[in-house]
């Protein structure tokens, strides 16, 4: 099984790709991916509200997709009525708040309240970070003793700092998903996080999910059985690699997984 904890519903605007949830699920078949936690491409960059209602309008109500509240940070009051009306409700599961659409750092004010509101709720939530800023996310989740947050694309570049984060707090998760993959990167993540904090994670739509999982192939936790596109991360892996590919996740989100 494969759980992405960090998807997309909706087109970009910067290609022609249609944005449904046929095209979420083609995607996911494509590559083998069972569930995915997906956020509205129109509330990420563009207008929160209204993205959360579509994503509303078009999540099924049971199955293989579910979504993030998409929280924009210096809109404080339109995102604790949206997380009232949809988290909780069987499909919303976390909150996605992205720091650089919003030109809200992990540091600031505006996104030290969303933070604060989010560990309240109890609503795990999907960080934008980069570089450094996985060190703010951890501080963020040590002053805040019931916020869980996942470092998205556990820093990119930043992966040696997302390390030093991840054992500062066990309630910080780090998930791979970049549309580069240095060697080594995913392997030295593994060699000295917890293996109970590491996530499955692909950018996809924005990102052909193929990025994520040849980094994971190739840093050798996982065996792979027949071609990657139809059966995904499969083999005798281990623990380690179950947490990874899926039981963290549906620990944190509360999914079903028989």
């Known amino acids: 099984m494969i759980i992405d904890v960090h998807g997309h519903w909706g087109p970009w605007f910067f290609t022609m790709e249609v944005g449904s949830v046929e095209t979420n699920l083609a995607v ?3 590559y083998g991916i069972d569930m995915a936690i997906v956020s509205a491409t129109e509330a990420v960059c563009y207008d929160a509200p209204a993205g959360n ?4 309008d078009a999540l099924p109500s049971s199955g293989r997709l579910y979504g993030y509240v998409t929280v924009n940070p210096r809109q404080l009051d339109a995102a604790s009525r949206d997380l009232a009306r949809y988290f909780g409700d ?4 976390g909150a996605k708040l992205h720091t650089d659409y919003t030109e809200s750092p992990i540091t600031s004010p505006q996104t030290q309240d969303a933070l604060t509101m989010l560990a309240e709720l ?4 999907l960080v934008h970070t980069w570089g450094r800023t996985v060190l703010d996310l951890a501080q963020s989740c040590v002053d805040r003793p019931r916020l869980r947050a996942i470092a998205g694309h556990m820093g990119a570049d930043g992966y040696p700092y997302a390390i030093e984060a991840a054992q500062s707090c066990d309630r910080l998760y780090l ?3 970049w549309s580069q993959a240095p060697a080594g990167r995913i392997s030295s993540v ?5 293996d109970r904090q590491l996530l499955f994670g692909t950018d996809s739509t924005l990102i052909d999910p193929a990025s994520a999982l040849g980094a994971v192939l190739g840093s050798g936790l996982f065996d792979t059985a027949g071609p990657v596109g139809s059966a995904g991360l499969t083999g005798p892996a281990g623990l ?3 947490r990874l590919a899926w039981r963290n996740a549906a620990s ?3 999914l079903p997984t028989s």
């Not at 209602?53 to 509303?56: D, N, P, T």
């Not at 069987?90 to 599961?93: D, H, L, M, S, Y």
């Open 175 to 177: 998930e791979p998903s």
């Open 190 to 194: 593994l060699a000295a996080v917890d």
């Open 28 to 30: 996911m078949d494509r």
């Open 53 to 56: 209602r579509a994503l509303a």
């Open 122 to 125: 109890d609503c795990p939530v």
């Open 90 to 93: 069987g499909r919303f599961v």
């Open 240 to 242: 380690t690699a179950e």
């Open 252 to 254: 944190l989100f509360d």
